[in-house]
């Protein structure tokens, strides 16, 4: 079973306007962390946000926040106030306790934001 | 500061032939990670360490693929008798601590094609 899921392989926003991008995890360690990582065409990724399985309060970063639904599994990236600049491919990733250190990626999801 | 830096940026090689590619961590960073992004994918796990030993290697594919960290710093990953199949973009990140928050930072990656 894949442990990350992103359903989403494109989605468009106009600029200055909220999206989210989806992400469904799968794991049995009730140790774990979940990163987003946003990838610009020129191929480095970029650390945006954290959310650990023992937070109590979702996770904030300047434009960045993670909806985190623990009992559901879902940890999604919302960007509000969308910029030019955002149009990226966007992954989710998990570090489970029992795997060490090892980030699990999704497929990814291509953002584009137009004007 | 300075990033994670990665040499060569791009690498063309010949099936069969040895490859080296290296990697720089941030200063600091005890824990050095490679991953390794086929085209329209997430990025894969390879190997982990911790200081100088690889504290988790068991996503390099097969014995062709071998890395070592002699110092604690710089890294380098070695690809003996090339495949077509190793074609991808090879990225290295860092970490300050491996538990936690514990973000890993990438480096730009290095393409490597095999012909």
């Known amino acids: 079973a894949q442990k990350i899921t992103q359903t989403q392989p494109g989605m468009f926003v106009q600029e200055k306007e909220a999206v989210t991008l989806d992400c469904t995890y799968d794991?049995?360690?009730?140790?774990?962390?979940l990163f987003w990582y946003k990838q610009p065409s020129s191929g480095e990724m970029i650390f945006l946000i954290y959310?650990?399985?023992?937070?109590?309060q979702n996770a904030t970063e300047g434009r960045y926040s993670l909806n985190f639904q623990k009992a559901r599994k879902s940890a999604n990236l919302v960007i509000s106030a969308s910029q030019l600049g955002d149009s990226a491919m966007y992954f989710c990733?998990?570090?489970?306790?029992?795997?060490?250190?090892?980030?699990?990626f999704g497929e990814g999801t291509q953002l584009t934001v137009n004007p | 500061g300075a990033g994670v830096s990665q040499t060569p940026s791009n690498k063309v090689t010949e099936k069969g032939k040895y490859v080296e590619l290296r990697c720089d961590p941030i200063s600091g960073h005890t824990a050095l990670y490679w991953y390794r992004q086929s085209l329209g994918q997430g990025p894969e796990f390879l190997i982990y360490f911790q200081g100088t030993g690889a504290a988790d290697d068991s996503g390099l594919p097969n014995d062709r693929f071998f890395a070592v960290r002699p110092e604690g710093s710089v890294s380098t990953l070695k690809i003996q008798r090339t495949e077509r199949g190793d074609s991808a973009v090879y990225l290295c990140?860092?970490?300050?601590?491996?538990?936690?928050?514990?973000?890993?930072?990438f480096g730009p990656g290095t393409r490597l094609t095999v012909l």
């Open positions: 794991t049995s360690d009730p140790s774990y962390g």
């Open positions: 990733a998990m570090r489970e306790e029992t795997s060490g250190s090892r980030l699990t």
């Open positions: 959310q650990g399985s023992y937070d109590q």
């Open positions: 990140a860092s970490s300050r601590f491996r538990t936690g928050r514990g973000e890993q930072f």
